[in-house]
C-alpha cells in the first residue's frame, strides 16, 4: 500500500519521514484546510480540481514551470478503489475525451518519473509496476514533467496534469480530472476546453449555393481579378437553354457578370460551345481553356465570343500553362504536346507508353503523366521533354481521379478509386490517404500550406457503398494528416460528372461543384474558440474589486459569457449581464471558493477557460497565536484610533483596537485579548496551555480563521496547543499596519 504523507516508506518509492516541530504545526494547519480550497494565487501554490465522481486532484504548482524538467507532487483523494489510474502531463482534448498523447506514455514499467500508476489495494500490478491507493482512495505521488517530449508539445497545445483510467479501462472517462499547466514563457490560456469539439477546430460549413453557371465542370478563381470562372456544359432539364460556356461570377454572391458562350470550331468560326478544363489564368483578368473537342481559347470579362484554335489529332484530355507565356501544354490520350496558343502550332511533342492525364510542376521543370489503365506514374523533364522516370501507381483500372502537383513541396497527389496516393518529388509513394468516397479534385492553398480534396459518391444506390453524398477533406499538405472537420456534401455524385475546387487564398473560402445537381457550393472556413488569455486564482480582501481576464479568437469571433460555480465546479450558473471578456465585481466574504471560467461560443463550437479560485478574506486580520499579535492593526482600516497590544511570551497578553474599526485580539497560552467594533465586542482567554482567541463581532469573519482562506482552524488550533509545552510554538511580534494597507 502507498505509504500517506506521514507514514514510513515500504521501500519501492520512499519518501523521507517529516521532520517534527514546524513541520508538524504546518501539517495540522493544512489538514484543517478542505480539499479544494485555494491557499492562494500564487504561482507556486497548489491548485486543486474536481472530478466527475467527486474526486480531489492536487498539483503542487501549475504555471511558470520550466520547460526543460521540473519536478511537481501531485496528490488525490475520493478515487474509486476498483480501478487503476495513470498521472501523467497529457495533452487536454477537452471534456469527455481521452487525454492524449502524455509524456512518457503509460507506465507499466514501475520506473517512470514522468508519469504513475495507481492501482486498488491488492491489485495483481501493486509492487513493482504500481502502488496502491491508501485511505479513502488517497495518493500521494512526484513526476517530472517537461514542455515538450514523446509527441506533446505544450507550447503548441493544451497541457494538464491528469489522472485517466489505465489500459485496462481506457475508455473510462469517470476517472479523467484534469488540471491545466503551463510554462515559463507560455501566456496562460492554453486553448481552454472544448466543449463539443477541441479548441481551434477547423471545419467548414456551406455560406450559399451558386446555380447561375449551367453544369459547372471546372473553376478558378483568378488571382488578380479576383473572378470566379467556371467552365460549364448544358443542364439536360433546362432544354429551352443552353447554358454551355465559360462564366465569370461574382464570387461572394455568385451572380454572373460574363457568359461566354461560344468559341471558334473546326472551320474558325465561332459556336456555342462547353468549357471542359480550364488551363489558367491570363495576366490582370482572363483566362486559357480547352472546350470540346479540341479547341484551345481565351477569354476575359466581358467577352461574348472566346479567341481560340483547334487542333489536329485526338480530343483533349488534359491542359496547363506551358512553359512560356504564350504556350500552353496538351494532353491528346498519351500524346503531350507544347503548343502556341494563337496558332495551335506544336513547338515540342513526345509520346508516352500510355495515360490520358496530368499535372505540370514549372518550379521544378517537371510534368507527372498518370496512365491509369497500366497503373504507371510518369515523370517528363520540361526542359528536354523526355521521360525521365516511371513509377509504380497502385490501383491499375480503378476510377480516374484526378493529378494535381502541390506547388509548396512538388508532391504530386493522384485520385483513384476511394484513395489518394501522395508520391514525393522524387515518385516514392510517401502516403496512401483513403476516402468513403471517389477521389475527384484537389486544389492547394500554399498560404496555409493546406491541401483540399473533394470525393464524390458514386451515384449508384443499388451499390451499399453509396449514399448519394460526397466528402471535402482538409490535410495538412507536408504532413499529410488532417487539418479540419470532414465536411458531408449531400447530393455531390458522379453520374453526370466530376467534382471540380478552387480555393481562395488562405483557405478561408472554398468553391465545389456538383455537376449532377447544377450547382456550386461556396464553403467558408470557422475555427471553434481557441483561448489566448485565460485568468488565474485569484486572492482578495472583502470589498475588494476583483477583475477576472479571458480572451479567445475563433471564426467566426466567439461570444464570451462569464460562469460561476458555489459547489466546487460541479454545477455552473451564469453570471447575470457578464458578457465582456473582463469580468469585474466586488469580492465579499460570502463568494469565497467560488470558481469561475469564462465560455466562448460561435457557430463551430463552444470552449471554456479552466476554472478559477477566488480566495476572499476578511478585510482584517483575525486572532494570532500570541498573546496582542493583532492587537492595533484593525481598526486603522475604516478610519478609527489606532490601537496598541502587549506582546507576551509569559502567559499574559491583552489588546485593545481604536474605535470606528473592526478589532479582534488573539491570545497567547494563558492569555486574554479583547476587542471592540462599531457593532459589539468579544473576548477570548486560555489557560493551562490553551491557545485561544477572541473576534469582535464584524460583518465579515475575524479571529479564529486563517487569513488566506476564512476556514475556521480552532480544530487545528487546539491540537496545535498541545504542542506548546514542547516549545513547538514561536511566539511571532506583533506586526503593525499603516492606514490605508491591506
Not at 502537383?405 to 478509386?417: F, H, M
Request: proline share 6%.
Amino acid at each position: 500500500m502507498t505509504p500517506t504523507p506521514d507514514a514510513p516508506s515500504n521501500g519501492r518509492r520512499g519518501r523521507p519521514a517529516r521532520l517534527a516541530g514546524g513541520a508538524a504545526v504546518a501539517a495540522l494547519l493544512l489538514a484543517a484546510v478542505p480539499a479544494g480550497t485555494a491557499v492562494s494565487a500564487d504561482a507556486g501554490t497548489p491548485r486543486t480540481a474536481t472530478g466527475p465522481q467527486g474526486q480531489k486532484l492536487t498539483v503542487s504548482a501549475t504555471t511558470g514551470l520550466d520547460p526543460a524538467a521540473q519536478k511537481i507532487r501531485v496528490t488525490g483523494e475520493g478515487y474509486g478503489l476498483t480501478a487503476g489510474i495513470y498521472v501523467a502531463l497529457c495533452k487536454d482534448n477537452g471534456e469527455n475525451r481521452v487525454p492524449s498523447p502524455c509524456l512518457g506514455g503509460a507506465d507499466m514499467s514501475g520506473g517512470s518519473r514522468t508519469s504513475r500508476w495507481i492501482v486498488p489495494p491488492g491489485d495483481p500490478y501493486e509492487g513493482d509496476l504500481a502502488e496502491a491507493f491508501g485511505p479513502g482512495g488517497a495518493f500521494d505521488v512526484e513526476i517530472e514533467i517537461k514542455a515538450k517530449g514523446d509527441g506533446l508539445d505544450c507550447a503548441e497545445m493544451p497541457c494538464s496534469v491528469v489522472t485517466r483510467a489505465d489500459h485496462r479501462s481506457s475508455g473510462d472517462r469517470t476517472q479523467d480530472v484534469r488540471i491545466p499547466v503551463t510554462f515559463a514563457g507560455q501566456e496562460p490560456g492554453g486553448g481552454g476546453e472544448g466543449v463539443d469539439v477541441p479548441p481551434g477546430t477547423v471545419s467548414y460549413r456551406a455560406a450559399a449555393d451558386f446555380t447561375s453557371a449551367g453544369k459547372p465542370l471546372d473553376l478558378l478563381l483568378h488571382p488578380d481579378a479576383e473572378k470566379l470562372y467556371v467552365g460549364a456544359d448544358n443542364l439536360p432539364d433546362t432544354a429551352d437553354v443552353d447554358e454551355r460556356g465559360l462564366y465569370v461570377l461574382d464570387p461572394d454572391d455568385g451572380k454572373a457578370e460574363s457568359w461566354i458562350s461560344r468559341a471558334p470550331g473546326p472551320t474558325g468560326e465561332p459556336r456555342a460551345s462547353a468549357a471542359a478544363r480550364i488551363s489558367g489564368p491570363l495576366p490582370g483578368d482572363g483566362v486559357v481553356y480547352s472546350y470540346p473537342l479540341r479547341g484551345v481559347g481565351s477569354a476575359r470579362t466581358g467577352d461574348t465570343s472566346a479567341s481560340g484554335v483547334w487542333l489536329a489529332g485526338a480530343t483533349i484530355t488534359d491542359i496547363a500553362p506551358g512553359t512560356a507565356p504564350d504556350t500552353v501544354l496538351v494532353a491528346q490520350g498519351a500524346k503531350l504536346s507544347e503548343i502556341e496558343r494563337t496558332t495551335g502550332t506544336a513547338t515540342r511533342t513526345l509520346t508516352l507508353p500510355g495515360g490520358t492525364q496530368f499535372a505540370a510542376d514549372p518550379a521544378r521543370g517537371t510534368l507527372w503523366f498518370s496512365d491509369f489503365t497500366a497503373g504507371r506514374l510518369h515523370r517528363v523533364d520540361l526542359a528536354s521533354f523526355t521521360v525521365t522516370g516511371s513509377f509504380d501507381l497502385p490501383g491499375a483500372n480503378g476510377v480516374a481521379g484526378f493529378t494535381e502537383t502541390d506547388p509548396a513541396t512538388g508532391a504530386v497527389w493522384v485520385g483513384l478509386d476511394r484513395s489518394v496516393l501522395v508520391f514525393d518529388a522524387s515518385g516514392a509513394l510517401v502516403k496512401t490517404l483513403v476516402g468513403r468516397d471517389l477521389a475527384r479534385d484537389a486544389a492547394f492553398d500554399a498560404e496555409s500550406g493546406r491541401a483540399f480534396v473533394v470525393w464524390q459518391d458514386g451515384g449508384d444506390l443499388s451499390d451499399p457503398a453509396n449514399d448519394n453524398n460526397g466528402t471535402l477533406s482538409v490535410y495538412d499538405s507536408a504532413e499529410h494528416t488532417v487539418a479540419a472537420q470532414e465536411l458531408s456534401l449531400p447530393g455531390n455524385q458522379s453520374q453526370l460528372g466530376a467534382a471540380a475546387l478552387a480555393v481562395a487564398p488562405g483557405g478561408a473560402t472554398v468553391y465545389v461543384t456538383s455537376p449532377a445537381e447544377g450547382k456550386i457550393t461556396k464553403l467558408v472556413r470557422q475555427v471553434s474558440p481557441l483561448v489566448t488569455q485565460a485568468p488565474a486564482d485569484r486572492a482578495a480582501r472583502d470589498g475588494e474589486e476583483v477583475s477576472l481576464t479571458a480572451r479567445a479568437e475563433g471564426a467566426p469571433e466567439p461570444s464570451v459569457r462569464w460562469q460561476v460555480s458555489t459547489d466546487g465546479a460541479r454545477t455552473w450558473q451564469d453570471v447575470e449581464g457578464a458578457a465582456e471578456p473582463v469580468l469585474t465585481f466586488t469580492a465579499r466574504t460570502a463568494q469565497d471558493g467560488h470558481r469561475y471560467r469564462a465560455e466562448f461560443r460561435n457557430d463551430a463550437g463552444t470552449t471554456r477557460t479552466a476554472p478559477v479560485t477566488l480566495t476572499v478574506t476578511a478585510a482584517t486580520g483575525g486572532g494570532d497565536t500570541g498573546g496582542g499579535d493583532t492587537g492595533g492593526s484593525t481598526g486603522d482600516t475604516s478610519g478609527g484610533a489606532t490601537g496598541t497590544g502587549g506582546d507576551s511570551t509569559s502567559g499574559a497578553g491583552s489588546a485593545s483596537g481604536g474605535d470606528g474599526g473592526t478589532q479582534s485580539g488573539g491570545a497567547d497560552a494563558g492569555g486574554s485579548a479583547t476587542g471592540s467594533t462599531t457593532s459589539g465586542s468579544g473576548s477570548g482567554s486560555g489557560s493551562g496551555g490553551t491557545v485561544g482567541g477572541g473576534g469582535g463581532t464584524s460583518a465579515a469573519p475575524g479571529g479564529g480563521s486563517l487569513a488566506a482562506t476564512g476556514v475556521t482552524v480552532m480544530s487545528a488550533t487546539l491540537a496545535a496547543a498541545g504542542l506548546v509545552g514542547a516549545g513547538l510554538l514561536v511566539h511571532r511580534r506583533a506586526r503593525r499596519r499603516t492606514t490605508g494597507a491591506l
